[in-house]
């Protein structure tokens, strides 16, 4: 038994997921309906004016799937990890996996980042609800950290970095 598969994360995040399917299905429909060109020119877009196309995003999840959530427990229970950094938290749920491992590797750490504060409040309702408050602390003022994520990213630094799926970049330092 694991605190991912057990009460209460074990019915949270089916609700959770059933939730943010319902707020981001017009999103969705909308990317749907565009052409492979018109989606490429909205990511260009959102990368270079990020905030306020998150700010027009402030009520949708743009959650991990499911299956990367359950990906994301294993990777950080085989690692042991015991801290770890989350960039864009949302409503929480990719931190809610992060932080059930953590719990269950003996206790730790998980820092967030989120540029909405609507999103940022309900992230910390649903770790309470998750049973998890205590090891997440969700950072509201991060800036874009661009040193930091230098840092991450660099295999001079010991680090392995790689990104999978459309929306998770995972860096991890090796063991010394
Ligand atoms: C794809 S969603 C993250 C989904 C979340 N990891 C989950 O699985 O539920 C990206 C989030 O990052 C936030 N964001 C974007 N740029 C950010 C930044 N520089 N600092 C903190 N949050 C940021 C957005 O507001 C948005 O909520």
Partial sequence: MTTLTTPPL??????????????????????ARMSPDERAALMRGAGTDYRAFYGRARD???PI?????????????TRRARVIVEYGTSFGLSTLHL????????GGRV??????????SQARANLARGGLADLVE??????????????VRS?????????FGDDVELSMRSPA
């Avoid at 799937?65 to 229970?77: D, H, N, V, W």
């Avoid at 969700?138 to 840092?151: K, Q, V």
């Fill in 60 to 62: 949708m999840y743009l």
């Fill in 99 to 106: 932080a059930a491992a953590v719990r269950d590797n003996g």
């Fill in 65 to 77: 799937s499911p299956e990367t959530g359950k990906l994301l427990y294993i990777l950080a229970r």
């Fill in 138 to 151: 969700i950072r509201d003022n991060a800036d874009d950290s661009p040193e930091y994520l230098a840092r």
């Fill in 10 to 31: 074990s019915t949270l995040l089916p609700e959770l997921f059933t939730a943010a399917a319902a707020a981001d299905a017009p999103l969705r429909a909308e990317l």
């Fill in 111 to 120: 820092i967030g980042t989120e540029l909405e504060p609507g999103k940022v």
């Fill in 155 to 163: 295999p001079a630094g010991g680090y392995v970095s790689v990104p």
